[in-house]
C-alpha cells in the first residue's frame, strides 16, 4: 500500500514538472527569424569591387608616373586599396554604428553609406533599432495572501537612442530582460491570486509603467506589455471556479428579488381594477393559465360542472334503485 502511494506521488512529481516545463519559456531577445535574415552579399561584394576599384586606380596612377610597373608601386596601390577599403562601411536601413575615436565617442553613423579613419576610429557597437519581443516569466512567485502563481508575459520594446544603448549599460537586451522579470514579480507580489487571474489588463499596464522609468536611461522604449498565461494550482482553480458559481448564483438572486418587487408593485396599482370585478378575473386566470401551458410541459386538471353532478345525492339515489 505505501509503495502504490510513493509510485503515485512520484508520477504526480513528475507530471507537475513536465507541466512546468511545457509552460516555461526560455527568455528570447532576438528580433529575426532563421530565414528571414538580411543578407550581407552585398556589403561583402560592395566592398570587393571597392578595393579592386580603389588598386586599379592606384596601377594606374603609378604607371602614369613611372612609366613602368615596380614591386614597389604594387605595395603602395595594395596598401591604398586596403586603407580606403576598411574606411567605407554600410549599415542597413535599422541600424545605427556607434563610432568611438581613440576611445571616446564621436558620432553615431547610418543607415546608407559612412566613412571612418581606419586604427584612429572603430565601429563599436551595430543596433538594431526594430521592435523586439522578449519572453520571460516568473515561477512560483507568492502573491499577497502567500499563492504561489507561474506568469508568463511578452515585452515589444525597440532602441531609439544607439548612443545611450552602448555607453550606458554593458548589454541593454538582458538588462530588459531581468529588469522585466524584477518588475513582474513585484507586482505579482502586491497582488492578491485573485487580483491577479482578472485584472490582466491592469497588470499589463503597471509593467509598462514600471519598465519605461526604468529602461528610459538606456534608450530603450517599452512598446507594451502583454501577460499571456497564468497557471493557478490546481485546489485553488476549484475554489475560485466554486467561488465564481456563487457570485453568479448571488447575482442572479437579487435581479430576481427586483423584478418579484417590480411584479408587485405592478399588481398593488391594479388592484383597484380587478376589486368587485369577476369576469376580469376569470379572464386574468385564463390568460395565465394559458401561458403556463404554453411555456411548461405539465397537465393541468380543470374542475368541470359535469363532474360535480355526479356527487349529487339525488343522482346516486336513483342509480341505486336501478341496480
Known sequence: MGMAKQREGAHADRQAAEQRKRFCVKPDTGTQIIGEQASNTGVILFSV??????????LAIGFAVQGTMTLAAIVIAVIIAAFLTASCHIAQQWERVVVLRLGKLNRVSG????????????????????MR???????????ADLVPLDVNAALFWHVWDAKAACTEVRDFAAAVDLSAQTALRDAIGRATA????????????????VLE??????????LSVEVRDILLPQDLQGIMSLEAQAEQRKKARAILIEAEQDIFEM????????????????????HLLNESLREGKGTVVIPSAFAEGFNDAGFLDGLKERI
Not at 571612418?116 to 565601429?123: L, R
Not at 522609468?213 to 538606456?218: F, G, L, Q, S
Request: net charge negative; charged share 25%; hydrophobic share 45%.
Open 133 to 143: 519581443v522578449t519572453t520571460f516569466g516568473a515561477e512560483e512567485t507568492l502573491t
Open 213 to 222: 522609468e526604468k529602461v528610459a536611461p538606456w534608450g530603450v522604449t517599452i
Open 194 to 209: 485573485a487580483e491577479v487571474a482578472i485584472r490582466r489588463e491592469q497588470l499589463d499596464r503597471e509593467l509598462k509603467r
Open 49 to 58: 569591387m571597392l578595393f579592386l576599384v580603389s588598386l586599379i586606380i592606384c
Open 267 to 286: 399588481l398593488n396599482e391594479m388592484e383597484g381594477l380587478y376589486e368587485g370585478n369577476e369576469a376580469v378575473m376569470h379572464l386574468r386566470s385564463m
Open 111 to 130: 543607415p546608407g553609406l559612412f566613412w571612418t579613419w581606419p586604427i584612429i576610429e572603430s565601429n563599436t557597437m551595430r543596433v538594431d533599432t526594430r
